[in-house]
């Protein structure tokens, strides 16, 4: 829903007219300097704001590359009614309207946020993330159709193995019908592989597998398909990006995965690889390349969906923290941008006022020196970082190639080169010679 005086813009006519505003709207909030803005003289020795909007967006210099850019948004602190009057001072809902050109739900999306009880829907918060990006011109992931997190509290106890296909489809029918025509790409299934349960499809032990049975997979993407034909259906998996043992073995399932999805003709239109990586490495190489050409022989796009970068093991003061960020995002970057089916780039957030990674108490989160994380483009006073600078300059050189090594002799699990490095993972029903298209 628009509103009367914007309606739903395409994007380039909302950069233009943001553009002419200043983005978004010329007022003094710091790092959105603007070349139209009234500007008082700067005294001789101040050095001018650096302009991170409009044109020197993340979402501007990602989308002069065919590329979209965005990040994980709470639709909770959005001021709507700011961004439809064009006059919001709010830092966080600037930032969005001027550096994405999609947005994903962090969690508002997901089953335990929609579903409040077995029979009933709450989509107040959904539905504000979709005005917005309508309003702002801007696409949305959705996040997602199918996890075994962050179900809610009744789930446990009320689905049964005689109950659960109907909880899953029906869910689906409703929450993609609901949105359908309005969503880029669907994680219709999240997560569903998972090496340490031992199982020879590499299938996690979910509530899903366990009360519905493998085929839950295939059934998500046919629901999601017939509710919402136009988004693309992905799945999205995260430590598949690395060439450790762990993380080859994982990326070998999920290619697996998806190969038998393609081969029986489930409409799987993407990958997301969420990218949560490590400062402290390692470095993630050819055997992600691999990957990524695997399904783009397939057809199948490629979105880094979920990036950020986690300190926790590495030591430091905040520079140095900061530059170590910029340089994975630099170098990730630089690695999967050259790859043609590799379509879209979104942060888990957008400022580290706002991150999972500083909300957690975990110990994957938790820095040794109490400090907080600062794993996104902008700082907590939205001031742009070395990461912001990092990804819009490899955005500019996103379609360059660069030398990677030898894909075939990445590593697999035997430590032989193969002509098909995922051979080693395949297990009855995946196909290891793509199929012809149908
Ligand atoms: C995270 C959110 O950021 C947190 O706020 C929430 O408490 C837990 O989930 N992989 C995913 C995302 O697919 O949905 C997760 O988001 C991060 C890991």
């Keep these: 829903m628009g509103t009367p005086e914007l309606g739903i813009l395409n994007r380039r006519e909302f950069a233009r007219r943001a553009a002419s505003l200043g983005i978004a709207v010329g007022l003094p909030v710091p790092g959105f300097a603007s070349p139209s803005s009234k500007k008082k003289p700067l005294p001789p020795s101040a050095a001018p704001m650096p302009s991170i909007g409009g044109a020197d967006s993340l979402r501007a210099h990602a989308e002069g590359v065919g590329l979209h850019f965005g990040f994980a948004v709470v639709p909770e602190l959005l001021d709507m009614e700011g961004a439809r009057t064009q006059s919001t ?99 219709a299934v999240n997560e569903a592989v998972h090496i340490p349960d031992g199982r020879a499809d590499g299938l996690r032990k979910s509530p899903w597998l366990d009360l519905i049975g493998p085929e839950y997979v295939e059934m998500a993407f046919a629901t999601a398909a017939l509710a919402d034909p136009q988004a693309k259906l992905t799945y999205n998996d995260y430590d598949i990006e690395l060439d450790t043992p762990e993380q080859t073995a994982k990326r070998g399932q999920v290619l697996m995965l998806v190969r038998r999805l393609h081969a029986r003709g489930v409409p799987i239109g993407a990958v997301g690889i969420q990218s949560h990586l490590q400062a402290t490495g390692p470095a993630p190489g050819a055997g992600l390349i691999g990957f990524v050409r695997e399904l783009a022989g397939m057809g199948i796009e490629v979105y880094v969906t979920e990036m950020d970068v986690n300190t926790h093991l590495l030591p430091g003061a905040s520079e140095a923290q900061d530059a170590a960020v910029a340089e994975v995002y630099r170098n990730y970057l630089a690695l999967v941008l050259p790859e043609p089916n590799v379509k879209a780039v979104l942060t888990w957030g957008i400022s580290d006022a706002h991150t999972w990674l500083n909300e957690s108490s975990q110990p994957w989160a938790v820095r040794a020196d109490g400090s907080r994380q600062r794993p996104l483009p902008l700082d907590e006073g939205y001031q742009p970082k070395a990461a912001f600078y990092a990804i819009r300059t490899a955005f500019d050189a996103a379609r360059q190639p660069v030398a990677i090594g030898d894909i075939t002799k990445s590593p697999s699990p035997d430590g032989k080169a193969t002509a098909d490095p995922f051979a080693p993972f395949a297990v009855p029903g995946s196909p290891s010679v793509e199929p012809k298209p149908r």
Aim: charged share 20%; glycine share 4%; with cysteine.
């Design 89 to 187: 001072n709010d830092p966080y809902t600037r930032a969005v309207i001027a550096q994405a050109d999609i947005l994903v739900a962090e969690n508002a999306m997901k089953w335990s946020s929609l579903r409040p009880t077995s029979t009933t829907f709450d989509f107040t918060q959904a539905d504000k993330l979709f005005d917005f990006a309508a309003l702002c011109g801007q696409l949305v992931r959705g996040h997602n159709l199918c996890w075994h997190e962050q179900l809610p509290s009744w789930f446990a106890k009320t689905a049964t193995r005689e109950n659960a296909q109907a909880l899953l489809t029906q869910h689906i029918q409703i929450v993609a019908g609901r949105y359908a025509g309005r969503v880029q790409s669907w994680d």
